[in-house]
């Protein structure tokens, strides 16, 4: 089981990016999805999150700016980012809590993905 994340870059302040995270391999269910965010010499902080229901939780710091959904159908997580500021940049991380597929007996496991870089120049 992996997750893969794409749709990183760089973006004067007030642009927008749309990050994607693709989960794939053999799983059985995916409960909450999230991006974390983390820049260098601090710790990684949760951006946002969405359960398998679609409620939502977000950072104070982009309440109003970002966008969290997901297709269940396709797996797939993304995360909408609107007026973009420099303290935005930060590696992304794509993480989610699902059931993976096994023979015998299902196994929940907490998956990360490796990560995206955002970058936001003034």
């Known amino acids: 089981v992996q997750l893969v994340e794409s749709g990183g870059g760089l973006v004067q302040a007030g642009g927008s990016l749309r990050l994607s995270c693709a989960a794939s391999g053999s799983i059985f269910s995916i409960n909450a999805m999230g991006w974390y965010r983390q820049a260098p010499g601090k710790q990684r902080e949760l951006v946002a999150a969405?359960?398998?229901?679609?409620?939502?939780n977000y950072a104070d710091s982009v309440k109003g700016r970002f966008t969290i959904s997901r297709d269940n159908a396709k797996d797939t997580v993304y995360l909408l980012m609107n007026r973009l500021k420099p303290e935005d940049k930060a590696g992304h991380f794509c993480?989610?809590?699902?059931?993976?597929?096994?023979?015998?007996?299902?196994?929940?496991?907490?998956?990360w993905g490796q990560g995206t870089l955002v970058t936001v120049s003034s």
């Open positions: 993480n989610a809590g699902l059931t993976k597929a096994a023979i015998g007996a299902n196994r929940d496991l907490e998956v």
């Open positions: 969405i359960t398998s229901g679609g409620s939502t």
